[in-house]
């Protein structure tokens, strides 16, 4: 049997966490909500995370569940060859949880020219999914959000990859539980 979730809230939504959010999200502003966590059996694609970005201004913690692969991971092309996504922005944002997640996830966030990240972020994802996304630490297009995370939490980092340094510059990784600057890597 098929089941469903219906969400019944008041508005305006004065409380600070809003869970389980699916594609068949409506839209809305949300500006007391700081904490969001979505999850669904279908991908999501960018339209949806620009339209959780327009819900949410204010939202500093995001944690995804999703093990489906997005279907549209290129970013079209217009006619005069520029980028027609538009690139979502999360300024408030200090927590990023991409743990239960497929690896396009981790493209959608990091990769400047689908997402904006502010400085000082927190990421906590699979460190291997996280190689696999940056191309070994050396893609570009990831470079630019990945300088922005002070952390990095992975409970499935086992050593420490030496293009890490170079890619994160300064970054605190916590993996077996401690913590280890890249400052203090050769």
Avoid at 19 to 41: H, K, P, Q, Y
Avoid at 60 to 89: E, M
Avoid at 146 to 157: A, D, G, M, P, W
């Amino acid at each position: 049997a098929a089941e469903g979730q219906c969400l019944i809230y008041s508005y305006p939504y004065t409380l600070k966490e809003y869970n389980n959010i699916a594609n068949n999200f409506s839209g809305g502003l949300f500006e007391c909500v700081r904490e969001i966590s979505l999850f669904d059996e279908q991908p999501f694609e960018h339209e949806f995370f620009l339209l959780i970005a327009e819900s949410f201004p204010l939202i500093q913690k995001l944690t995804l569940n999703n093990l489906k692969p997005q279907k549209n991971k290129q970013c079209p092309k217009s006619k005069d060859d520029k980028q027609d996504f538009s690139i979502i922005k999360y300024p408030h944002l200090t927590y990023l949880n991409l743990n239960e997640i497929h690896e396009d996830y981790i493209e959608q966030f990091l990769d400047d020219t689908k997402t904006y990240l502010p400085n000082n972020m927190d990421l906590a994802t699979d460190y291997e999914l996280l190689k696999k996304a940056t191309h070994n630490f050396k893609r570009n297009t990831t470079r630019i959000n990945c300088l922005k995370i002070n952390y990095l939490y992975s409970s499935t980092l086992y050593s420490l990859s030496k293009h890490l340094k170079h890619y994160f510059l300064h970054i605190y990784v916590k993996y077996n539980n401690n913590y280890y600057s890249t400052l203090l890597f050769k």
